[in-house]
């Protein structure tokens, strides 16, 4: 009776035995899982991060290279700048001899277009209404036949006489009101049109009474006139603009005191350069021979401001 229970026991603990053993190798086959998932999410993570870094240098090396590019640009725009008011500045007194300064009297006069008559809707007449829309369908031969066909369609031609006269009363009441709204339009228009010829007139007129007093030599007309010459010159915005006149009539003198450019009109740099080492715009700093340069500029300024206030040939002066 031993033996077998003896026997019953050995299987027993081999059973317990393989268990421990499966538990055993199936936490490793896990532990063994997760060392590689980690290893793969290390390599990937570190793969990711060399991506990122190389991404990082390029966008950082390409917005270098913009910012150069925009900060050469920037450069480029000074000194295109920097050569059209040089150009501009040395072009002042040969422009000047190029432009007629005698004021055109003709120029001062207002040139205003009339008012062009523009009725509209009320230009188009109201039609009559057609009275064949307002009878009644014709019967066929069967239906007068018919009882009480005859009696029904005369009421009905009544009926629709009755309609057509009312719309015909309506009609001419609504163009009797076009015709009258078109007159008081064109009234109104008429008068638009006299009234700016006759501001027109009295401009125009204006202005050939002081044609008449400036040719002969009339003081405010003169100076009205060359107040007009100077304010409609052209000179660099920050040009001064003021001015003072005086007309001497016994010597046919005319005095102008004029407020100069100042001598620091004309640019002090030859040219701008982008030092990228630096990240710095700077110039040279400009030789005698351009600071000489730089006076004639000037004196062509003061010639081309007093040249503007006297034309050559304007009348009333000797």
């Not at 290390?42 to 150069?68: H, I, P, W």
């Not at 040219?271 to 730089?294: A, C, E, F, W």
Request: charged share 30%.
């Amino acid at each position: 009776m031993q033996r077998p229970i003896e026997g019953v026991a050995m299987g027993r603990n081999r059973g317990f035995t393989r268990t421990l053993i499966e538990i055993q190798r199936e936490a490793e086959r896990q532990a063994r899982a997760r060392a590689a998932a980690e290893t793969r999410a290390a390599r990937e993570a570190e793969q990711a991060r060399r991506r990122y870094e190389r991404t990082r240098v390029v966008v950082e090396k390409e917005r270098k290279q913009l910012y150069r590019i925009a900060r050469a640009a920037e450069v480029t725009l000074k000194n295109q700048e920097l050569e059209d008011r040089v150009a501009r500045l040395q072009l002042l007194l040969a422009d000047t001899l190029e432009v007629d300064d005698v004021l055109d009297f003709e120029v001062l006069k207002e040139a205003v277009p009339l008012p062009i008559f523009n009725p509209g809707q009320l230009a188009r007449p109201i039609p009559p209404p057609d009275p064949d829309l307002f009878k009644p369908q014709p019967l066929t031969r069967l239906q007068w036949k018919l009882p009480g066909r005859r009696a029904k369609y005369e009421s009905e031609w009544e009926e629709g006489r009755q309609r057509y006269e009312r719309a015909l009363e309506s009609q001419q009441r609504q163009e009797a009101e076009r015709i009258s709204r078109l007159r008081a339009e064109e009234a109104a228009h008429d008068r638009a049109v006299a009234d700016t010829q006759a501001r027109l007139d009295l401009q125009h007129a204006e202005v050939e009474a002081f044609r008449a007093a400036f040719i002969a030599g009339d003081r405010a007309a003169i100076l009205e006139y060359f107040h007009l010459v100077l304010v409609r010159s052209s000179y660099p915005d920050d040009f001064p603009q003021e001015f003072k006149l005086a007309y001497i009539p016994n010597n046919h003198e005319l005095v102008v005191e004029y407020e100069l450019p100042s001598y620091d009109v004309v640019p002090t740099v030859r040219s701008y350069t982008y030092v990228q080492s630096t990240d710095s715009g700077g110039y040279p700093t400009p030789p005698r021979i351009d600071r000489l340069q730089r006076l004639r500029q000037h004196g062509q300024c003061c010639h081309r401001q007093a040249g503007a206030a006297v034309p050559g040939d304007s009348p009333g002066l000797s």
